[in-house]
C-alpha cells in the first residue's frame, strides 16, 4: 500500500505551501519520520516529514511551487509498485497550483522590455503570417488566440496570468485584468533613447509566503490598497542657491523648485528599486528603470504624464519636458503612451499654498509622493534660530510592497540629495 | 405526498432539459406541467413554426423547378394539410420528451402548480386532485411565457379576427388577407408562410426597419427579398382607428405621413410575450420581480426567495428556447453542487427562419459604432458562391464585424440559405476565442456555403478571393 505525502498544516493559519525544497529524490529510501522536504508557510520554513517507510517514488510538487494545504505532492511505496491508478487524480489536482511561468525556480524572473515601442497599431490585418507564439516563458500556458494576440501587445507574460476559461485556459477578460491591474503598462513605456545595458528593465519577484500573508492581513484592515504615509520636511535652502546659480548663467537654466525635486526623487527611485515597484497581485515587479508620474490638473481633471527615464535626464532636461508635459495636458493633447507607464508618482499642491497632504497611490505603484509648499520657517540650525526655506512632503506607500522602514530609507536618501543638492551630480 | 431533490414548475425547453441534466448528476426530479412536454418551443413555437415553413419553402422551390428541369405542373396549396403536418411533428416531439423522461426517471406530475411555503409545491391536477409535493433541495421555475394582443392599438386578442401565434398555428385555412403587426422574428416567419400560402400579407412595424434587433444590412436584404415576392412592408408605421369586425378587421396605418386605410381578414399581434408570473405563488413565497416583469435572478439563477430558482422565459429575455435550455443545464449543476462554466449571455445566436434565412451573433454595426469599437468589415454575398448557384439560392451575405486590431469576433450576420446552421462555424469560433485568421486558417470544403463565411473572414483583412 503506498503512503500518500500530503501538504501539511505547518502552522495553524497555514492556507497553502511553497516546496522550497526536496530532501530525498525519486528512489530514495526513506523512513518514517525522515525529512522530505522544506516547505515555507506563511511564517517561516518547515520540515515536511515522512509517515510512512518504503521508497519515494513520486514527486509531485515541483520545487518552488505552491500547493494548498491537503493536496497530493509525492508518493511513498515499495520500489517498483504500480501508482498509476493513484497519480491519474494527482497530477490533475496539482498541476492548476503551480505559480505560473517558472514553477521549478523562485527566483526573481528579469524581463527586458520590447525592443521596438508597441508599433503604431496596424490596423490591417495582425500579423497573418506569424503563429501566434506565446512569449518567451510561458511554456505551455493554455489560452485562446485572442487572449495570445491581447497579451503579445501588451508585452504580458502569459505564464504571469491566470486563466479562468475551461480548464484553466487564459481568455480575453484574464488579459484584459492582468492589464487593468498594471501589467500592461511596460507595453507604453517611451521611445526615450537610453544606452544600452545589460541590466533588465525590472525583475519580477514571486511573492513569498510571509508578503503574502502581510497583503491580505493589511488589504482586509485598511482596505484594496493598504497604504500608510510618511511624512519629512526638507531643509531647500542650498536648493534655493542652487536655482539662483543656475539661473545666473541665463535664461535657458531658468528651473523650477519643483524640476529640481523631480530630479532628486527620480535620482533616489534609481538607487531604491525597492519603492519603485508595481504590485501586480501574484507577484512584485521592481523596476531598474525610472518612469515617473507627475500629477497635472487640468479642467477636466487630474492626469498624470510620465518622464520616462527620468533618473537618466538632467534637471534642464526635466524643467523642459516638465513644461511641455504640462502643456499637452492642459490642451488635452497628450497621447496614451505619454500618461501610462509609469512606475511611481509625484503630485505638487505647494503652489496653491498646501503646506502638507497626502496624495493617493496610482495602482499598480506601490507609492507617490506628496509635495506641500516652500515656506520661509524658524527653525534651529547648529543650535541658533535661523530662517530657512522648508518643505513638507508626504509618501503614500503601498504596505503590501513597502515597509515602514523601506520607506523611511528612500525618503532619508532623498532628504540627503535635496538638502545638498551637490550630491545629484554623482 | 411525494418527495423529490428538485422539483421543476414547468416542462418547456427550459424546465425538461434542467429535469434530464439534474438526473444526470443523480437527483430525484419531478416536473409539473400541464400541458404536453416540451412547452411553447415544442407545441407552440419553434417545431410547429418551423414546420410550416418547409411547407412555405418547397412551395417557394417548387415555383422554380422548371428552371431546374423539373416539370410540376399546376401546385395547390392546402395550408389545412401543412397545418396538421405540422401539429403531428409538434406532438412526435412532445412525444419524444415523454419518451425521454422515463428514459431519465424524471417524473412528471400533470397539474397546475402553485408555490408554497419550504419548497412545496401544491398541484391541482388534471383530473382535478389536489396534491403537495416536496423539493429537498430546489424548486425552479420555468413557467414560459404567452401570447399577448395590443390594446393599446384597440388589437385585444379574440382568436377569430385579431389572432396570436397560437392561433395561427392551427388555421385550417389560409386567410385571404392577413396583416401581422410586429415584424420580429415571429411577424417575419408568418410572413413568410402564409405569403407562400397565396395570402395578402401586410407586414407593419412601428420601428423603422423590420427585424429592428438585427444588422441594418441584414433588415434591408429580407425587406427587399420580402417586395420582391409581393408583400407589403411597412415600417415606421403607425396604427389607428382600428375596428375589429366579426369577418375582418379595418384600420388605419399612418407611414411617413401618408395615411391608408386598411382591411384585413385577420391581424397577428407578433410584438412580444408576457412571462406567465401570476397564479404561481411568487409573492407568497418573497420571489420578487423585475420592473420589466420577469422574475429577478442571479447569478447562478436564484430568485429572490432562498432555494427557489428561475429558468428560461420568465428569468428574462433574451426569449429563445436555447438560451432556456442552457439555464436549465446551469441551475441543475448549480443546485447539485457540480462544476458549471457560467452562462455567456453575450454570445447567443439570434435565428429567423423565413426565407432568406436570418442568423447572428454579437454585436451589429451600429451597436459597434455606438460603443466606439475600432472595426473591420468583411461582406461576401451568396450570389458569387458556387454552391448557393448550383441551388439557386443566392439572395443574401456572410457579414463579418471584428476588431480592427486583434481580429477578434465582434459580430456576425448571416441572411441567406441555411443561414441558421451556418452561424454555429462562427459561434464556435467566437466562443472559443478564436478571431478571424483561425477561421481562415481551418481550410473549408468546396462548394460549401460555408465558404462565403471563409471569404467574409477573408474580406476583413482585405484579401477576399472570389469577389
Known amino acids: 500500500m503506498p503512503t500518500k505525502i500530503f501538504m501539511e498544516a505547518l502552522s495553524p493559519t497555514m492556507e497553502e505551501g511553497r516546496l522550497v525544497t526536496w530532501h530525498k529524490s525519486e528512489g530514495d529510501a526513506v523512513k518514517s519520520g525522515d525529512v522530505l522536504a522544506e516547505v515555507e508557510t506563511d511564517k517561516a520554513v518547515m520540515e515536511l516529514v515522512a509517515r510512512g517507510d518504503g521508497v519515494l517514488l513520486k514527486r509531485l510538487v515541483a520545487e518552488g511551487t505552491t500547493a494548498p494545504v491537503g493536496s497530493l505532492v509525492g508518493v511513498i511505496g515499495a520500489a517498483g509498485e504500480d501508482i498509476s491508478a493513484l497519480l491519474g487524480g494527482a497530477v490533475a489536482a496539482s498541476a492548476g497550483v503551480s505559480p505560473g511561468a517558472s514553477p521549478s525556480s523562485p527566483a526573481p524572473t528579469p524581463h527586458a522590455a520590447p525592443t521596438t515601442p508597441p508599433a503604431a497599431t496596424t490596423p490591417a490585418a495582425p500579423a497573418p503570417a506569424t503563429p501566434v507564439a506565446a512569449p518567451a516563458g510561458t511554456g505551455s500556458a493554455k489560452s485562446s488566440p485572442l487572449a495570445r494576440r491581447l497579451a503579445r501587445d501588451s508585452g504580458l507574460d502569459l505564464g504571469a496570468v491566470a486563466g479562468s476559461g475551461p480548464g484553466g485556459r487564459i481568455i480575453k477578460r484574464d488579459i484584459e485584468a492582468a492589464v487593468a491591474s498594471g501589467g500592461a503598462a511596460m507595453a507604453a513605456s517611451s521611445a526615450v533613447s537610453r544606452p544600452p545595458s545589460t541590466v533588465a528593465d525590472f525583475v519580477d519577484q514571486p511573492l513569498t509566503q510571509i508578503r503574502k500573508t502581510i497583503a491580505k492581513r493589511l488589504a482586509e484592515s485598511i482596505g484594496p490598497i493598504p497604504t500608510f504615509y510618511l511624512t519629512a520636511e526638507f531643509d531647500l535652502t542650498r536648493v534655493a542657491e542652487l536655482r539662483a546659480a543656475a539661473a545666473g548663467e541665463g535664461d535657458e537654466y531658468k528651473v523650477s523648485f519643483n524640476d529640481i525635486i523631480l530630479k532628486a526623487t527620480a535620482t533616489a527611485l534609481g538607487r531604491h528599486p525597492e519603492v519603485n515597484a508595481h504590485w501586480l497581485g501574484d507577484k512584485i515587479r521592481f523596476f531598474n528603470r525610472v518612469h515617473l508620474g507627475m500629477a497635472v490638473a487640468t479642467d477636466d481633471g487630474l492626469i498624470v504624464p510620465v518622464i520616462f527615464d527620468a533618473d537618466q535626464k538632467g534637471i534642464g532636461e526635466i524643467a523642459r519636458e516638465s513644461r511641455e508635459l504640462a502643456k499637452r495636458a492642459r490642451d488635452r493633447k497628450l497621447k496614451p503612451e505619454e500618461y501610462t507607464g509609469s512606475t511611481f508618482s509625484v503630485s505638487n499642491l505647494g503652489m496653491m499654498q498646501i503646506e502638507q497632504f497626502t496624495a493617493i497611490i496610482n495602482p499598480p505603484e506601490c507609492g507617490i509622493l506628496a509635495i506641500g509648499a516652500l515656506e520661509d520657517k524658524a527653525v534651529v540650525v547648529d543650535g541658533e534660530l535661523a530662517v530657512r526655506k522648508r518643505l513638507r512632503v508626504t509618501m503614500s506607500c503601498d504596505h503590501r510592497v513597502v515597509d515602514g522602514a523601506i520607506g523611511a530609507r528612500f525618503l532619508q536618501d532623498l532628504r540627503r540629495l535635496i538638502e545638498n543638492p551637490l550630491m545629484l551630480v554623482f | ?467
Open chain 2, 1 to 467: 405526498m411525494a418527495t423529490f431533490d428538485i422539483i421543476f414548475l414547468g416542462g418547456g425547453p427550459a424546465g425538461y432539459v434542467g429535469a434530464i441534466r439534474a438526473s444526470q448528476l443523480g437527483l430525484t426530479v419531478g416536473v409539473i406541467e400541464r400541458e404536453g412536454l416540451g412547452g411553447t418551443c415544442v407545441l407552440w413555437g419553434c417545431i410547429p413554426a418551423k414546420a410550416l415553413l418547409e411547407s412555405s419553402h418547397i412551395a417557394n422551390r417548387l415555383k422554380h423547378a422548371a428552371e431546374f428541369g423539373v416539370k410540376v405542373g399546376d401546385i395547390t396549396l392546402d395550408f389545412g394539410v401543412a397545418m396538421k403536418r405540422s401539429r403531428d411533428v409538434s406532438t412526435k416531439n412532445s412525444k419524444g420528451v415523454e419518451f425521454l423522461f422515463k428514459k431519465n426517471k424524471v417524473t412528471w406530475i400533470r397539474g397546475t402548480g402553485v408555490l408554497g411555503a419550504g419548497k412545496t409545491v401544491k398541484v391541482t391536477t388534471a383530473d382535478g386532485k389536489s396534491e403537495t409535493h416536496t423539493a429537498t433541495k430546489a424548486v425552479v421555475i420555468g413557467t414560459g411565457s404567452r401570447v399577448r394582443g395590443l390594446p393599446q392599438a384597440g388589437l385585444e386578442l379574440n382568436k377569430t379576427t385579431v389572432i396570436s401565434s397560437d392561433e395561427a398555428l392551427v388555421l385550417e385555412k389560409a386567410p385571404k388577407t392577413l396583416a401581422i403587426v410586429g415584424a420580429g422574428a415571429v411577424g417575419c416567419e408568418f410572413a413568410d408562410v402564409f405569403s407562400s400560402f397565396g395570402t395578402k400579407v401586410t407586414l407593419i412595424e412601428v420601428l423603422p426597419r423590420i427585424l429592428p434587433l438585427e444588422d441594418e444590412d441584414v433588415s434591408a436584404e429580407v425587406s427587399r427579398a420580402f417586395k420582391k415576392r409581393g408583400l407589403d412592408v411597412l415600417t415606421a408605421a403607425r396604427l389607428s382607428g382600428t375596428k375589429v369586425g366579426k369577418d375582418s378587421v379595418t384600420m388605419t396605418v399612418e407611414v411617413g405621413g401618408e395615411k391608408k386605410e386598411l382591411v384585413v381578414d385577420k391581424v397577428l399581434v407578433a410584438t412580444g410575450r408576457a412571462a406567465n408570473v401570476e397564479n404561481i405563488g411568487l409573492k407568497e413565497v418573497g420571489v420578487q420581480l423585475t420592473d420589466r416583469g420577469f422574475i429577478k435572478v442571479s447569478d447562478t439563477l436564484e430568485t429572490t426567495a432562498k432555494g427557489i430558482y428561475a429558468i428560461g422565459d420568465v428569468a428574462g429575455p433574451p426569449m429563445l428556447a436555447h438560451k432556456g435550455e442552457r439555464e436549465g443545464i446551469v441551475v441543475a449543476e448549480v443546485i447539485a453542487g457540480a462544476h458549471y462554466h457560467p452562462i455567456n449571455y453575450g454570445n447567443i445566436p439570434n435565428c429567423t427562419y423565413c426565407y432568406p434565412e436570418v442568423a447572428s451573433i454579437g454585436f451589429t454595426e451600429a451597436q459597434c459604432k455606438e460603443k466606439k469599437l475600432d472595426y473591420k468589415l468583411g461582406k461576401f454575398p451568396f450570389s458569387a458562391n458556387g454552391r448557393a448557384r448550383t441551388s439557386g439560392e443566392t439572395e443574401g451575405f456572410v457579414k463579418i464585424i471584428r476588431d480592427a486590431k486583434y481580429g477578434e469576433i465582434l459580430g456576425a450576420h448571416i441572411v441567406g440559405p441555411h443561414a441558421t446552421e451556418l452561424i454555429h462555424e462562427l459561434l464556435v469560433a467566437r466562443e472559443n476565442e478564436f478571431t478571424v485568421e483561425e477561421i481562415d486558417m481551418a481550410i473549408h470544403a468546396h462548394p460549401t456555403l460555408s465558404e462565403a463565411i471563409a471569404e467574409a473572414v477573408l474580406d476583413s483583412m482585405g484579401r477576399m478571393i472570389h469577389a
